[in-house]
Nanobody, 114 residues
Framework: VQLQASGGGLVQSGGSLRLSCTAS????????ISWYRQPPGKQRELVAV?????ITDYDDSVKGRFTMSRAQNTIYLQMNSLKPEDTAVYYC???????????WGQGTLVTVSS
């Protein structure tokens, strides 16, 4: 499985961005799929999760502002009402339940200016 993230950039506070993560390879046993982020100088943190059954869950800090969705092998993270504290490198992540393997995308930088 390979993951390719894109869509990051510079946006003003209150603005929106949509991140994409394109997955290739055998996705049959991949679940869940998640978005993580790593703010400058901080540890990587979980932002949103999408399960095989289509259930999404979000960190409290982004609930009501971020929406995760999937269309075939592309996973999206729609980010609205962005805040400076959302500034981070965003990573998509997938777990293969059959092999126990973790897969990470390369990260895409989101910078929110105040």
């Amino acid at each position: 499985v390979q993951l390719q993230a894109s869509g990051g950039g510079l946006v003003q506070s209150g603005g929106s961005l949509r991140l994409s993560c394109t997955a290739s390879g055998n996705m049959v046993n991949v679940s869940p799929i998640s978005w993580y982020r790593q703010p400058p100088g901080k540890q990587r943190e979980l932002v949103a999760v999408l399960t095989r059954t289509g259930i999404t869950d979000y960190d409290d800090s982004v609930k009501g502002r971020f929406t995760m969705s999937r269309a075939q092998n592309t996973i999206y993270l729609q980010m609205n009402s962005l805040k400076p504290e959302d500034t981070a490198v965003y990573y998509c992540y997938a777990y293969d339940r059959a092999s126990g393997s973790d897969y990470w995308g390369q990260g895409t930088l989101v910078t929110v200016s105040s």
